[in-house]
């Protein structure tokens, strides 16, 4: 007898302590608090006993993912992804991806293998970035770069869209003097995350944007990360070939189609889909195969911390195209092991900048079930 899927249940959890809030750079005026614990958890249950785990669905949605899903084949990922992307297009951002990560989850379990190697990845630690909040200041960004660089991480990504062009700059530029060949640094604009022409804080120009990735082409920047409006694909492809530095993006788009469009017209060296966006891993994977057949680069999207993150994690392991893992991390306030909280024994950086992959079946984590304070199943 084949595995069917036996019940959906979306778990609420405590929140442990506020550590604290945080402005963000890509919505000036917005505000990001971090806590311990809290957030949802999406449980799919097997007839095999077996449970898998994932992001918190949107609950709007648990009644369509329970009528999709129960009773089916969990290893029908692909039908399942194409039912969830049918209902859940409409929303701001993808509410069910928690269900295909949950599924992917129950199937590495089923399968006794971590998910890395079932999609037969060949790393067995992965190299993480520490991404900023904050834009900050160029001499804090230095100081900040110092000590991420002084516990062994490996690459630093700046938010870098201050008023005027010539901070932008000196921020690289003090950066670069103060870590020097210890890290790579890469640098976000921020400037795709509308999909309009409007957004909060500076917005760059063509004529901005190019000047910019010049200058940090110049300086040895590893790469540059949206300059413009997410559909601004010829203009992009216009900055993409003016400079050696990799342009990188894509986090806020979400259909595969646009990728193909990226691909196809040398939008971007780096893309960065993101399964919170899209229709979770099982859209990435798709996506890293185009990519690697257009001789491209995939470094994903943070995932939303705790257990998209994971997921992300192991498909970077899974991947020869993808040098880093993001990874959300400017404590104090938001150091990456908040958002790993939920977990019984989170993966950790070490001190050479690496996380070592989970070795247990499907995402080789476990739960901390001490936090739940609320079952919904229907």
């Known amino acids: 007898?084949?595995?069917?899927?036996?019940?959906?249940?979306?778990?609420?959890?405590?929140?442990?302590?506020?550590?604290?809030?945080?402005?963000?750079?890509?919505?000036?005026?917005?505000?990001?608090?971090?806590?311990?614990?809290?957030?949802?958890?999406?449980?799919?249950?097997?007839?095999?006993?077996?449970?898998g785990i994932g992001p918190g669905v949107d609950p709007s949605l648990l009644s369509v993912v329970r009528r999709i899903v129960i009773g089916a084949d969990p290893f029908e990922v692909e039908q399942h992804a194409a039912a969830l992307r049918y209902y859940a297009l409409g929303m701001p951002y993808?509410?069910?991806?928690?269900?295909?990560?949950?599924?992917?989850?129950?199937?590495?379990?089923?399968?006794?293998?971590?998910?890395?190697?079932?999609?037969?990845?060949?790393?067995?630690?992965?190299?993480?970035?520490?991404?900023?909040?904050?834009?900050?200041?160029?001499?804090?960004?230095?100081?900040?770069?110092?000590?991420?660089?002084?516990?062994?991480?490996?690459?630093?990504?700046?938010?870098?869209?201050?008023p005027n062009f010539e901070d932008d700059i000196r921020t690289m530029e003090l950066v670069q003097d103060a870590v020097g060949d210890r890290m790579k640094i890469m640098v976000d604009a921020n400037q795709a995350q509308s999909s309009g022409q409007w957004q909060p804080g500076v917005r760059w120009d063509f004529r901005r944007a190019l000047e910019t990735a010049r200058a940090l082409d110049q300086l040895g920047c590893y790469w540059l990360e949206e300059p413009l409006n997410r559909f601004a694909f010829a203009d992009l492809a216009r900055?993409?070939?003016?400079?050696?530095?990799?342009?990188?993006?894509?986090?806020?788009?979400?259909?595969?189609?646009?990728?193909?469009?990226?691909l196809e017209d040398n939008v971007y060296d780096v893309l960065q889909p993101e399964s919170m966006v899209l229709v979770g891993i099982t859209e990435l994977r798709k996506i890293y195969t185009m990519?690697?057949?257009?001789?491209?680069?995939?470094?994903?999207?943070?995932?939303?911390?705790?257990?998209?993150?994971?997921?992300?994690?192991?498909?970077?392991?899974?991947?020869?195209?993808?040098?880093?893992?993001?990874?959300?991390?400017?404590?104090?306030?938001?150091?990456?092991?908040?958002?790993?909280?939920?977990?019984?024994?989170?993966?950790?950086?070490?001190?050479?900048?690496y996380i070592a992959m989970p070795q247990g079946p499907g995402l080789g984590v476990e739960l901390n079930y001490d936090l739940v304070e609320q079952v919904i199943s229907a």
Not at 315 to 323: E, F, G, H, I, R
């Open 239 to 262: 900055i993409n070939a003016a400079v050696a530095m990799p342009i990188a993006g894509g986090e806020n788009n979400r259909n595969v189609h646009e990728f193909v469009q990226m």
């Open 1 to 51: 007898m084949r595995p069917r899927i036996t019940d959906v249940r979306l778990l609420r959890l405590r929140a442990l302590q506020e550590i604290g809030t945080l402005d963000t750079a890509w919505d000036l005026g917005g505000r990001m608090t971090i806590t311990t614990g809290g957030g949802s958890v999406t449980e799919i249950h097997s007839s095999e006993g077996v449970i």
């Open 291 to 353: 990519a690697e057949a257009h001789g491209k680069l995939v470094v994903p999207h943070h995932g939303g911390r705790g257990l998209g993150t994971i997921a992300h994690l192991h498909l970077v392991a899974s991947w020869t195209n993808a040098p880093f893992l993001e990874m959300f991390h400017e404590p104090p306030i938001a150091d990456y092991r908040y958002g790993f909280s939920i977990l019984t024994e989170p993966p950790v950086v070490d001190k050479d900048g």
């Open 94 to 162: 993808n509410g069910a991806t928690g269900v295909d990560v949950a599924l992917w989850d129950l199937i590495g379990k089923l399968s006794g293998q971590p998910l890395y190697k079932l999609w037969g990845g060949g790393k067995d630690k992965v190299a993480a970035y520490a991404s900023t909040i904050t834009l900050g200041t160029p001499e804090e960004r230095a100081e900040f770069a110092t000590r991420v660089a002084d516990d062994g991480w490996r690459a630093v990504k700046l938010r870098l869209h201050h």
